[in-house]
Every structure is written in C-alpha cells, then in structure tokens.
C-alpha cells in the first residue's frame, strides 16, 4: 500500500518537467506537482499509520482536485487569463474543507466533498468528449473507467476486508499481494488522474492551436508531446 503510491510521485514528475520544458500554462504544472503531493502524502501515511501523515493524504485530495476543477474549466479562454471567481470560489473551498474536517474528523464528511469535486469534473469532462473534441472519447473514457474501478476495488476491500485476509492468509505471498485492493485502488486512480490532466492539457493545447500527441513510452506510459503552432 505504501509503495503502490509510486504512480502518484513518478509519472507527474516528468509530466511537471514535460509542461516547464514546453513553456505550458503553470496551471498545469500545478496540476502535476498537486497530484504528487497526494501521492507523497499518502506514502507518508501507509508507511506510519499516523493520524497526521492521514491528513496530508486526504486534503491534498480536495486541493489537487480544485486545481484539475479550475484547469478543465479554463481550457476555452485566452492565454494568460485568470479567472479570479472561480479561482476564489476554490480556494475558499478547500479552506472551508480543511477547517471543518479537521474539527469534524469525520471521514464520510471529506468523502462528500471529494465526491462533489470529482463529479465536477467528469461532468465537463463528458461535455468535452461529447460535444467539443468527440476524438478525445477514447482518452477521456479510459480516464474515467480506470478511475472508477480503482474506486469499486476501494469499496470491495473496504466491505470484504476479514473475508480478505483471511483468504490471503492461504495464499502463497505473490498471490496474496494481488489482492491487495487498496494498492489498487491507489494504481488505478493515479493512472485515471494522470490521464485526466492529459486530456485537460489536450484540450487546452487543441484550443490554443498548438500541436498535441499521445506517446507511449516503451510501448506502454502514455506522455503527452506539444509543438507549438505553425507558422503562416
């Protein structure tokens, strides 16, 4: 469970490092650097089972999902435009999050909040793949799917834990180790984040008319390569 947090730290990384190289919006940087955070937090937890390493795995949650909110909303407007409502509306948001659940310790509270913002998001990611850039269903489905099978392995643990380890118990180590659904749950919805910044960044570089494609490195990790528009 703490090293299946990996795919959170690595892969955004060098999706940070691509986006600085490019000369992309730093939003999208953020948006990397967000996504790591949540990884390292959860890392720190897993490995120490400590109440505040828990909270540096959970509101990072809230705030790397403010930044995708605000990315994806923002993919239709000029460069270099802020849009500073939205921008509070989020901060204030994961401000108010942060200082309720603290208080509150209620873990069904930050689960809520979480769930709106990610309903957000597949809301306008579902307009995007619809009606805007219908070629981007494959990349946005794909996204959603691999998110959403991470989040029903989540469950299945959550309700068949017992029932789990005591299967486990007979198993031989590798076998057992597949089983771990909540290391899946981590691996599956960091590869959905990681292709849900990808089609956001797709989407924002379609509409600034630069150049985007979909690599595989090693035939496998998809990386997204922006070239910058032609010159007339």
């Given at each position: ?37 949540v990884g ?6 897993h ?24 990315c ?27 200082i309720?659940?603290l ?73 057992g ?23 956001s ?32």
């Amino acid at each position: 469970n703490t090293v299946s947090n990996l795919i959170f730290i690595l892969p955004p990384i060098y999706g940070a490092i691509q986006t600085y190289k490019d000369g992309l919006e730093k939003r999208y940087l953020a948006a990397y650097l967000c996504l790591t955070a949540v990884g390292l937090g959860s890392w720190c937890f897993h490995m120490t089972l400590k109440y505040e390493m828990q909270l540096l795995d959970e509101l990072p949650m809230i705030y790397s999902c403010c930044v995708f909110v605000y990315c994806l909303y923002e993919c239709f407007k000029y460069k270099n435009t802020v849009n500073y409502p939205l921008l509070f509306l989020l901060i204030t948001y994961s401000f108010v999050v942060s200082i309720v659940y603290l208080n509150l310790k209620e873990p069904v509270f930050h689960q809520i909040m979480y769930g709106t913002l990610v309903s957000i998001i597949v809301l306008r990611s579902v307009y995007i793949v619809l009606w805007v850039y219908p070629w981007l269903r494959g990349l946005g489905y794909t996204s959603l799917t691999v998110f959403l099978m991470g989040f029903f392995l989540w469950n299945v643990d959550n309700i068949f834990c017992d029932k789990l380890r005591a299967l486990r118990e007979k198993m031989p180590p590798v076998v057992g180790a597949v089983t771990q659904f909540h290391a899946w749950w981590h691996i599956l919805t960091g590869l959905g984040s990681y292709l849900h910044i990808l089609l956001s960044l797709y989407t924002r570089t379609l509409f600034l008319k630069h150049r985007p494609k979909v690599k595989f490195v090693f035939g496998i990790w998809p990386i997204l390569l922006v070239e910058p528009p032609k010159k007339l």
